[in-house]
């Protein structure tokens, strides 16, 4: 993998597998796998989705923390 | 009964005589001498009297810019020279002499002597010298006058009264009689040669132009002039104006004014001075506290008093992006959730799994159809053999023999004619259900 | 018999067998041995069904037993 | 077999097959090994079938689990 | 780093991180880098207000001792 | 330090920090430089204020009348 | 101080100063040393008037001797 995919293409390429699917004309084997395919690309999409969530919790709670303590020297 | 227009009226009457006064050359301008009589000085104003000698008496009028040139104050009694015109009053009836100048009579050499003098100092610039200043605090001064007079006793009450610590110097001079202008002069020329004095005073009491008259004589003018130190002249009374009080640095009206005007009062002077002092102290303090306020008030600015507003607006700011960061992270996160939800949600395995379910089926009947025609197919097959079989069976020549036929073959050839017979041949008999071998005995053709 | 001759030239033969006897002219001899020959060709092509229905049975039996077995299968 | 044929071109050929048989005048070996072809594809297609359906279940259940773990996730 | 950002120049790169963020279609990547840009921006200002506050209550506290020192003294 | 800087002209630098820091276009940084400026000169004027007073009550003291008028304009 | 300054100057110096530090505008350090000054030759000025002795009058003889013109007169 010399590049990586954007969550967006991911995600577009999800909404075409599903929308082919969903069009019901596909030849059984190449539904399977992009049925195989479109479980595969959920996934990736929800770790990615929760690698971001932790990302962006870590980075707000740090800034909490940050903020809590001024908050609390300002009490003084 | 008289006509009336015999009968002047007093009006017209009185109009014809004042104009015979006024047309009267003579009456027009006339010298006139008499003693004042009536007299009473009314200031600034136009002056009424009477001028009247032994057996006569006049009503006069000066008016107040006439009378404002006159250079004496004029006393009930006093004998006067008088120019002016002869008029009638109407209004009273009377006629009287409007006044143009007035002298007093009877000093007429001495007088005119002064006048001259004063013409002639007065073309020479004397009197319009720059008046020189007078020390405000003498140490020394020289006082030029009769040491027995009214005079030198007034000056020292008055100095040691008001500024004990100045030295007064009597010069003694004679100030009346011929001698008195040459003493008076060397006087003030020795005064002026010891040199070491501030002011000097010459002084005189009052009397007649005649014996205020040394202080008139242009010697002693002079010297007052050429004097280096400070002259204050006080010579007769107010009203005697001497060449020498003209040419002095000042006049005082008496020897008292000329002390006054000669030193301050000490006590005066030392509360003069401390009144500075507490005026600097004042002024010092005033400035201090008028810094301290302009300090205070730059002080009472809210960038000192509040000086968080320095930052408090950027406070606000970052808040208000941070806030607006940790909101749309939010959203963002829930969008890509949201859409992957969306989307995951719509990927469903059923419809291959109804597909399947579908092929099934297909698959089931064409099983089916498969098996029931490759049966079909058997069978038909084997309705054809089994007819053949039964056509065949019927066309069977073993059916004919069985109505009592038979053949003979040789070698399995059918023998078909008797010239295929030989003697003692052996033939085989074929029968419907068998066969049977025989010899050949006899031939016979037809 | 280099080559094997097919079950419908076998009943060719036998039709054509069947024909030329019904004709009648033939001679006793060739009668003979064509009826001969019919008999045997009509064992053949009987042998040859039987043989035929005998193998369906057996592939029908046996896509059967599959097709037990699949539904066995999923009926667990 | 260089290049696999998919289910839809084997259902192609079973249906030709039952359509050929049908019509009636395949000569009967040739019926007969027609027939075995077909028992032949059709266990292919059924297991073709069988192998698909087994495959989507393990991927729905295994989706499902996923999609169950995240939620679970979540709710902490 | 040879010159130093202003503050406001910082606060500005954070509004218009901010701003692009609202426009809402930044891709997941992106928008993630832009949000640690964000709140690292946003730390870093924090910090120069705190650094301010201190200064500036360090500075008024010295002063209002000289006042006091200075008051003290006058009322002798 | 080769020249000295008169009260007036400290004010009037004192007057423009501040006058500058009201405005409240001053950058953070500027801003608080500025204020420390301005604290400083601050101290320096109520020194120099402080000394001149000193000065000034040290005189009146010297002189005793002096004193009792001095006191009484200060309680104003 | 070659030559002395006379007590009229000293005095207008004096009123100098006062006028000046009443007109207000000069700066605060110029009227310190001003004030200063002025305090120092208000002393002096003081003193020289308070201490100075009384005199008596005296009279210019012929020969240029002053003699005490009161008791002359006595003699007289």
Partial sequence: ?76 | MENSEQYLTVTALTKYIKRKFDVDPYLGRIYLTGELSNFRLRANAHQYFSLKDDHAKISAIMFKGAFEKIKFTPEEGMKVLVTGRISLYEASGSYQIYVDSMQPDGIGALYQAYEQLKKKLTAEGLFNLPKKQLPMFPKRIAVVTSPSGAVIRDIITTVQRRFPIAQIVLFPALVQGDRAAADIVKQIERANEIGDFDTLIIGRGGGSIEDLWPFNEEAVARAIVNSDLPVISSVGHETDTTIADLVADVRAATPTAAAELAVPVLNDEILKIKQMQQRLFQAMNQEIKFDQQKLAKVKESYIFTQPTRLYERYVQSVDLANNRLRQLSDSYQQSWLQQVQLITNRLSGKQISQSIVNQQQQLANLNIRLNQAVQTNINNQRQCVLKLISELDNLSPLKIMSRGYSYITVDDQVVKSVSQLQKQQTIKMNFEDGSAVAEIKEINGD
Same sequence: chains 1, 3, 4, 5, 6, 7.
Avoid: H, R, Y
């Avoid at chain 1, 599903?18 to 049925?35: R, T």
């Avoid at chain 1, 690309?41 to 923390?65: F, G, I, P, R, V």
């Fill in chain 1, 1 to 76: 993998m010399t590049e990586k995919v954007s969550f967006e293409e991911q995600l577009v390429k999800l909404q075409t597998i599903v929308s082919q699917l969903e069009q019901g004309d596909v030849p059984l084997e190449k539904a399977l796998s992009e049925f195989q395919n479109g479980i595969e690309l959920s996934k990736k999409l929800q770790d990615t989705l929760s690698n971001a969530e932790k990302t962006l919790t870590k980075l707000m709670d740090e800034d909490n923390q940050e903020v809590d303590f001024d908050t609390a020297t300002k009490e003084e």
